[in-house]
Structures are given as structure tokens and as C-alpha cells.
């Protein structure tokens, strides 16, 4: 098995779930007492969050370039950058490497192809539902319809990443304001929804909704392990 470097802690809990998967995932593959190899750089998100503040994306870039060479210099044969929303970057921290980054775009269009779906709902920060580092490949690359909700609802999801995820808060009436924002997409002819930030699926389930949810966790942990187990 090949090794995953993982860039973690944006935010924590979020890995905590890319370690477990990961982890469980090779277990069904492999069988016995096999464990992922992972070799994983966790950053402090309170100091990119102050450089996002600024948009000051070179920064950003920057810092997680470092990161993602401190796994690679350890050993890792590709990386995961585990959020999202820094996928702004993404293009920064591949041109800094020799091993290959996973785009989360590619691993959400693989699940798309699995459900046969090509028209999506996308949910995340503001970042990434109203810049193009996620759409633009989605569309482009994998011929994907790529819709996201008006303006202020895009406004209330981004609050509720930044002043409430990143902060270990899942709240009810927030899984509430999301299963109608998803139901509106879905009215909307979404056949399918993009937990495009890393914590929407610790707070929304499939069970929650009537529609398929792409969480982008798991999205990327699968194509992580199709790439590591050959």
C-alpha cells in the first residue's frame, strides 16, 4: 500500500473523520488487522483563518505548500488536502511537489458518475460556491451542472462554517436551515448535493434528505484508497 500525506486541522474534526475513514476503508478493502498508511501535517486553522480574513490567499498558499512538503519529505506518494475550501490553493501546493495532489473536484465527479448524476447542488463556504475552484473542473473537466443557492442563503452556510463548525458547534435548528436549503436545490432540479465543506456532513446525513448527498469526505478518502491500494 502506498502512503497518503493528509493536510489536517482544517478543522480538526473534520480529520478526525478523513483518519477514520481512511482507516476503516483499507480495513474493507485489505481484510485483517491492516491499517492506512498516513503520514499527516495538521495546521493551525485559527492562523490561516486570519490570513483568509485578509485574502490573503499567497499566504495561504504558502503555508500549506510547507505543510504538504514536510509529508512528502516523509514519504507520502500523493496528498490530500483536507478541505474544501483550500482547494483555492491547490495548484500552489501541487507546483511545490513532485507527488501528486488528489483534487477533491475529481473524487466528487467519480461519485457523480456512480450515482448517474450530472446536474448538483453545491454547499460550502462562500469561497467555494461563488469562486470557481471546485465548479470550474466540475464543469469543464467532468461535464457536471454545478447550482448553488441565492445569496443569502449562501451568506447564512458561510456563517455557519466559520461561527459555528470551526468551532465544534452542530446545531439543530442549523441541520434544520439545511435540510430546506436542500430541498430548495433539489425544487430547483439538483439530483444530487455536494457537502462541499469538510464538516457539513458532521452536521447533515443521508438520512436527513430525500435526495443522494456527495459527502466530500468520504469522495476523497475513496479515491485516496483506489490511487494507495494497487
Known amino acids: 500500500m502506498k502512503k497518503i500525506g493528509l493536510l489536517g486541522g482544517m478543522t480538526w474534526g473534520s480529520t478526525i473523520e478523513y483518519y477514520r475513514l481512511l482507516n476503516e476503508g483499507t480495513r474493507k478493502r485489505l481484510g485483517g488487522r491492516h491499517s492506512c498508511k498516513i503520514l499527516m501535517d495538521s495546521v493551525d486553522f485559527s492562523e490561516l483563518h486570519e490570513l483568509i480574513s485578509k485574502d490573503d490567499w499567497t499566504s495561504v498558499g504558502t ?36 507527488i501528486p495532489v488528489l483534487h477533491i473536484s475529481d473524487a466528487i465527479a467519480n461519485k457523480a458518475k456512480e450515482l448517474n448524476v450530472s ?43 466559520f461561527n459555528e463548525f470551526a468551532v465544534g458547534k452542530f446545531l439543530d435548528s442549523t441541520r434544520e436551515k439545511y435540510i430546506n436549503i436542500i430541498k430548495d436545490l433539489e425544487a430547483n432540479g439538483a439530483e444530487a448535493i455536494i457537502l462541499g465543506c469538510t464538516e457539513i456532513g458532521l452536521l447533515i446525513k443521508a438520512s436527513d434528505c430525500n435526495i443522494p448527498l456527495i459527502d466530500t469526505v468520504q469522495a476523497h478518502v475513496d479515491a485516496a484508497l483506489d490511487a494507495a491500494i494497487v
Open 119 to 161: 446536474k448538483l447542488g453545491l454547499l460550502g463556504t462562500a469561497f467555494t460556491m461563488e469562486q470557481d475552484f471546485i465548479s470550474k473542473p466540475l464543469s469543464e473537466k467532468h461535464d457536471l451542472e454545478i447550482i448553488t443557492p441565492a445569496s443569502d442563503v449562501r451568506a447564512i452556510i458561510h456563517d455557519s462554517i
Open 63 to 98: 503555508k500549506l505548500a510547507q505543510a504538504a512538503l514536510n509529508t512528502e519529505a516523509g514519504g507520502a506518494d500523493m496528498l490530500l488536502i483536507g478541505a474544501n475550501t483550500m482547494h483555492r490553493v491547490a495548484d500552489t501546493v501541487q507546483g511545490a511537489l513532485e
